[in-house]
């Protein structure tokens, strides 16, 4: 199993994690690795991402990811993990997944350079590489025991992160953004036992419940799950363990302060990776077991995702804290990815997974910005500091690139993301197209007030105006490292919005695939024209 | 009675009962060995003196007030590992009131390690000091009184291992009994012992509370049983569990004597395990109690009752496929209640020792619903089989993250504290290791994957779904009249869940207040090794017994022991 780069990519960080925090404690001569623990992780993040490119390069020409059925790829003998529950362990991407694992081994680097000079960066940077490893332990299991594991042990670096370098109410923040996302997780997971519970009988395999965890076999057979009432409960719990995740209205509460407390590159990593892991497991899991589920409650998709995105945008409008708006921001373009689902055309659906690509490259890079902000100018408020382009040209023109980006400015990854869902959405419902097109035009409102509060409008044509948490000094300019990181994630932003079929033809192939093998014939059962 | 044979101890008998000749050299060892002395006898007329060791002034090694503790938990190393070699050999009779199999050897194997983890943490809770000062007149009246308390430490060492052996002892053989007399005999043996353990010291109020009424409570219940074994005695004639199991299946229809016996011998069982309406002394026991031995009454004193009601409810009782037990239903409702009390009582309790013992009666009710299952006719063999494993399984997990909790709590006592959720505050920062495997207990108690709590559970939860689900029926259109076909056993999987979900908020409460809440005044805690020693390897074998390569050597174990309860 070692001569399998999922498995390295998945247990290597968190191993080398591990060791980088538990090592210096154990012996007293360690202080060195200690001090060498930020270059060792960022030297291990670094050869993940190379390993996921070479994969990339290496295996693109070979997949046919339209082939649902066997579409995973890179999948190697499984590994017998709990034999007598049916637990194994087996990983493989698909063009669902793949996009996500090189978005993770992407993100983890250059969050670390962000704050290369974090406060405790011998407990800091192992984190973020034990968070790598949970993050991509999520999107390639293909056992939904070790699924959910590595769903659970995520929480666990963030909730540190949080509570430890985060700011003032990091307390408050941390254990809401537990209680929430563990709660949900745990409805979710009785809905996977129910599942589990009624998988075919594989005694033979040795398990002495007859029962197994394969993802493949339990997707299958959920249609086996007695009454359509009961199948509908169990999609229900998931979709609350995965829309607690995303999050989307009316859980979404834990997420504006977990931002707003968590340090820039735990708000990177949480908006950029884990929002997508609820998007993930839902067509992963949800949809992909239960299609007559989903397109029995499309108006529920249809209702959460539109709420989502109308209530997040017009939210956006009221706040004056940056990181706080961009949260809400977040919240919005999840509602995106629930319509783009439920148009359940495979261009939505492909959509839904670009949005997610690119809400993964363009967030990230505005809780840079505002994590860049509160670093030098000892503020979140919008509107306290005015005219950052004559102190920080850097930081405004990334903050600028990143709006734009995120209002969906053609040329720029997330007006692909858009401009598909909007499409497919209105192949489906017709004129109702004009409520997510209208609200796309108060994301412009709010991000353009604020861009002109923030960066412009100075009366002196030379000085900004500083806010008062400067006390009157001088703001430093943003450090190399930080400058470098906004840099990449722009230069990604630039190069998607150009070139978007580097992922957008992996991920359409999927969808159409996706589409025949579960939802068509669902479809038809349900008197759905598809 | 038939067959009360001889016990000849030859050396095959003498291997069947190593664990238990071991503890019993232990008992002796402990009381002989710190009594050793120089004392020598002078041969008459002559100047010859020939040391006789006992009696003088004691030997340097043998006047260490630590020798007790050091002969206990060597002693329950050995049978610890005596009983779980022997899992895999063949079974013996001994003597015609026991036997030595896989599945009594498996559990003499989880008392004896409960047992051994508690000597380890007694070795740090009622600490022994070698050079132990007397106090002296002028000294201040607390002085004096702290001095005086160390020395009825040392003093009370002999005695409390000696107890705590003869736990051992009652337990391991309570698990070999085939006959129902040698059963209850050797459950008030173990139960004598805990009693004087739970009431140890006797000079604070709370302990001598907590044994008081343990003890009485005990008692009427152990006499309600008595009484139970002795109408059973009456309709058979005889005790041993085989013809007990063979006179029950003959049975036509449901004899009086032969119900009231069982009815009343559930009370002492139930007791044991404390099950609702029995479990009211638990809770003041546990916290009155020092924790190892509060741990030891909610595994090993709970595992011991188990056995217990495996051997006369599930060995003899059990119904044929497709035939309800008399017992069924009421165990069912037991169950039920139990577990429900159990975690409404445990999410109001301030401390953190009344919450763990309010979580052990609420585990239990689960391991009861699970029972109640085999005793709903719809199980069969291979799903009584599998309800067994899964019961087993847990009885042996919990040994691992019910105990640790205790013991972490022990190590807070080793200051004076534990007693008020107050006192956890502020561990995560201070003892970021202890808090983190008091975190890694409560999750597993929770039932969270992938620790070993959640496999347990899932495999009972599994059991009781896989034979109840088939009942509904699968075409109904919706959750309700799927709902209205169904079996009542699968509410208890049911049950379960929800009582699981809802178990969730104490445990997470306790595990949040040690990172979140600041603490009032933080000394540093003892260093107390051994007992650390003793959590970390309750907190790794919690995460290893739940996944990976030792998770299925238990299972394993534990399959072969059941199988061969079943024959």
Redesign the interface.
Known sequence: MMNDPLSVITLAPIAVGMALLILPKLTDSAEGLARASRAISMGVSLAMLAITTMVFLGEIGNIDWSDYGSGYSLTNDSFLLIPSIGVSWTVGIDALSFPMVWLTTLLIPISMLVEWDAKRGHLFHPLILIMEGALIGVFVSLDMFVFYVFWELTLVPMFFLIMVWGGEDRRYASLKFFIYTFTASVIMLIGILVMYLYTPDVASSGTITGHTFDLGVMVSSASGIPSEGLRHLVWIMLLIGFATKMPSVPVHTWLPDAHVQAPTAGSMLLAGVMLKMGAYGFLRIAVTALPESTIAFIPLLLFLGMVSLVYGAWVCMGQTNLKRMVAYSSVSHMGLIFLGIATMQPLGIAGALFMMFAHGIISPLLFAVAGAFKHHYHTLEIGSMRGIAHHSPWLAGHMMLGWMASLGLPLLAGFVAEVTILIAFWMTFGWLVLLPALTLIITAVYYLTSMQKTIFESDDPHHGILPESLHGEDPSDITWHENAGMLILGAFTVLFGILPFIFWDMMSDWSSGFMLEFLTQAMESEGVKP | MTSLGQLDLDSETAFALLPELVMLAGVLAIIVIPNLGDAKFRLPLTRIRIPILVGGSRLESTNDPRLPNRIATLTFSVAFAASLLMIDSSSEEVGGLLRSDAFSRLFSAIFIGALLLVSAATTHRIPAKQNAAVPKEDDSESIASRKISVLMDNRRQVDFHILLIMVGLGMSLMAMSTNLFMLVVCIELASLSTYVLVAFHKEEEVGGEAGAKYFIVGSAASAVGIYGMSLLYLWSGDLALESLAIKWAEMQGIDPFAAFGIGLMMVAFGFKVSAAPFHLAAPDAYSGASSPISGLLATASKAMGFVALFRVLVMITAPDYGEEASWFLMLAIIAVITMTWGNLAALTSENPKRMLAYSSVAHAGYMLAAISVIGSGLAGEEGTR?IL?AITFHLAVLVLFKLGAFLVLALLETDGRGHRMEDLHGLGRKEPLIAGSMFLFMLSLAG???LSGF?SK??M???I??SS?DT???????????MDTVDPVFWLAAAI?VNS?LS?FYY?RLS?VM??EEPEKSPRLKSASSLRMAIMACSILTVLC???PV??WL??LV?TSIDSLMG
């Open positions: 599998i494993i969270v994957p992938p496999l899932l495999l939860v599994n059991g779904v896989s689900a509904g029926n699968s075409s109904a259109a919706d959750v309700y009249s799927w869940v979900a969730l997470l949040l990172f979140f739940g996944i990976g998770s299925e299972v394993s399959s």
